[in-house]
C-alpha cells in the first residue's frame, strides 16, 4: 500500500470514528467488539425495580444531567418497561424518557426508545449482578471491521453504594477486559426522593441547581 492509499485509509477512519461518536458520544474503540463473558442464567423478575447509576462512560443523552436511574417492570415473561430519569443539572428540573426491552436471552436484553427501534438484537449485556447491589451493563456496537462504540454503566441500589459494592462491580468488568478509564461517577447528591413505586418524583425537595452549576460554571465563564 502506498503512501496516498495508507493517508487515504487513515482518514476513512478518522470520519467513522467522528462521525460516530458525534452521532451517539459514546465511546470509539478500534477492531471489531471483543468477546465478553454472557451470563449462563437470568432472573429478569429479580432485576426489575429502580436501579441508579453510579458510573457510565459518555453518553449523550446524560450530558448535563444527575440523579440518573432507571425503573424496569415486567410487562410479560419476555418484555420489560423501561423508565430513564434524571435531573437536568442547569435547572434542576427533572425529565424521564420511557421505552421497551426484550429478553433475549440470559442477561441479553434489546431495549427501544422509539417505535421504529427494533427489538431484535440485543443492546444491553448483564454482564455480572447480585441483583440487591450491584449490575453492570455493557453495550457495543461494530460500526465496520476497524470501529466499534461502547457505553458501559454501573448500576446500584443504593445513591450511594458501599466500597464494597463498587469494587464488586468493578472486578466484573475487570474479568472481561472492559476499560474503566471511561468511567465517569455519576452524580447522585442533593436528589429529589422517589414516590412509592420508583416511578416518579415525590415533592419538590432537592430539586435546587447543583455546585455545578452556581459555582463551576460561573467560575469557568470567569476565567475564560
Not at 458520544?25 to 471489531?32: C, D, L, M, R, T
Not at 437536568?88 to 427501534?117: E, I, W
Not at 458501599?162 to 442533593?190: C, G, W, Y
Request: proline letters at 5%.
Amino acid at each position: 500500500m502506498n503512501h496516498h492509499s495508507s493517508s487515504h485509509l487513515l482518514l476513512l477512519i478518522s470520519v467513522v470514528f467522528g462521525a460516530v461518536w458525534v452521532a451517539h458520544a459514546q465511546v470509539p474503540f478500534p477492531g471489531k467488539c471483543p468477546d465478553v463473558n454472557l451470563l449462563d442464567t437470568f432472573d429478569a423478575e429479580a432485576y426489575m425495580g429502580v436501579w441508579y447509576e453510579y458510573a457510565a462512560y459518555p453518553f449523550a443523552f446524560e450530558i448535563g444531567k444527575k440523579c440518573i436511574y432507571a425503573n424496569y417492570s415486567l410487562i410479560d415473561n419476555s418484555t420489560v418497561s423501561v423508565v430513564n430519569a434524571a435531573i437536568n443539572r442547569f435547572t434542576g428540573q427533572p425529565s424521564n424518557v420511557t421505552g421497551q426491552a426484550k429478553v433475549l436471552g440470559p442477561g441479553q436484553l434489546a431495549v427501544a426508545f422509539y417505535p421504529t427501534q427494533p427489538l431484535t438484537k440485543a443492546n444491553y449485556l448483564v454482564l455480572g449482578t447480585d441483583y440487591e447491589s450491584y449490575a453492570v451493563v455493557y453495550s457495543c456496537t461494530s460500526v465496520t471491521p476497524l470501529a466499534n462504540f461502547k457505553i458501559v454503566w454501573i448500576l446500584t441500589r443504593q445513591r450511594e453504594p458501599s466500597a464494597e459494592v463498587v469494587d464488586a462491580a468493578r472486578k466484573i468488568l475487570e474479568d472481561n477486559d472492559v476499560s474503566q478509564a471511561f468511567l465517569i461517577d455519576t452524580v447522585q447528591k442533593n436528589c429529589p426522593r422517589l414516590d412509592g413505586n420508583g416511578t416518579g418524583l415525590a415533592g419538590e425537595d432537592g430539586l435546587d441547581v447543583d455546585d455545578f452549576v452556581s459555582t463551576t460554571v460561573p467560575n469557568a465563564i470567569e476565567k475564560a
